[in-house]
Nanobody, 116 residues
Framework: QVQLVESGGGLVQPGGSLRLSCAAS????????LAWYRQAPGKQREFVAT???????GYADSVKGRFTVSRDNAKNTVYLQMNRLQPDDTAVYYC??????????WGQGTQVTVSS
């Protein structure tokens, strides 16, 4: 069974950067679609970015041009580089793995706080 562990969250000032990582255990990583979601207090979880097995990426309009999703199949890890962070980016960030070979899996989340 796949397990996902996010890391890299923290407190950053507006305009700063963070890189989140999500490491997967188990098989099927390279054939899976990975995605990042976030959930701010009192709000529903929302889509942030995705990267398919072939490397095609997609982004929410709110992060396009500031965030970059990438993957390293040799390390079973997906990344989210976040630049020019704003207070509205404050949320718990989750990664999600989707595959035809295993149930959709979520990580436990990592907190990102953007504040001066």
């Amino acid at each position: 069974q796949v397990q996902l562990v996010e890391s890299g969250g923290g407190l950053v000032q507006p305009g700063g950067s963070l890189r989140l990582s999500c490491a997967a255990s188990g098989s099927f990583f390279s054939s899976s679609t990975l995605a990042w979601y976030r959930q701010a207090p009192g709000k529903q979880r929302e889509f942030v970015a995705t990267i398919a097995s072939g490397g095609i990426t997609g982004y929410a309009d709110s992060v396009k041009g500031r965030f970059t999703v990438s993957r390293d199949n040799a390390k079973n890890t997906v990344y989210l580089q976040m630049n020019r962070l704003q207070p509205d980016d404050t949320a718990v960030y989750y990664c999600r793995l989707s595959s035809v070979f295993t149930p959709t899996t979520w990580g436990q989340g990592t907190q990102v706080t953007v504040s001066s």
